[in-house]
């Protein structure tokens, strides 16, 4: 397996400048795609991103999973009526495509100190888990704006890491180092996961697609014993996501109230 000393330094780019695939924006890359699996998406949105991320999309310093601290202070709160309740701020220029594309709806704002707070940043990106106090989880307006992504990103808020990177994947993806450019590699590093009792979940919103940080075009991924199933996608949580987050909740509904300066109220209909 390859080493390597940690997430890559970004290099600086000229403000409010976008990042590019070759000749074609992020846009154009991403409208011609409609089949584009999440992660995929997520690595061409934060090209050129000025932030340090860890795995793709993970702020750092992040070194904890949902899977495995529950009974550690990483979790959101359950409140005393049963709910999971987690305050974030939003730029008002989202308000309106929150509403048209989620079940996010906006109420005004409480003053709760910790926080997620929803920007247009360099990319999609978010922290692990709660972290204590303001936490950014980015949304960029090109090519994070897209039901998924949201899912995919408020999953890691959650807690919850990539499934590629559980302590039983060997069982059930090979990872081709030989496809993978030694720089990235630290992104495919295996976690000391609590994996609740859970099936390992291919289609998982939180599974690498097959070619995630390929150097050549081949896979870097491949499911084993069945080479042909499909991982990776883009319309949004599986049944095992959805699991996953009611064992770490312990209730049949998640509802999640993010505060705003305008602030937000989801409910999840799991």
Known sequence: QYKSSGPIRPTNKPEGAQPLVGEESVDDVLEDNEDMDISTR???SNNGSNEILLEGDLLLPTTRNAMKCFRNNCLWKKSSNGLVTIPYTVSRAYTSSFHQTTCIRFV????????ISVQSGGGCYSSLGRTGGRQVLSLRRSGCMNYGIMQHELNHALGFNHEQTRSDRDRYVRINWRNINPRTAYNFKKKNTNNLNTPYDYT????YGRRAFSINGRDSITPIPNSRVRIGQRKGMTKNDILRINLGSSILFACLAFSLSLAAFVCLRL
Do not use: E, G, K
């Not at 005004?108 to 926080?115: I, M, S, T, V």
């Not at 998982?204 to 599974?207: A, D, F, G, P, T």
């Open 204 to 207: 998982s919103i939180m599974h």
């Open 42 to 44: 997520i690595l061409i």
């Open 108 to 115: 005004p704002r409480q003053n709760q100190y910790d926080h």
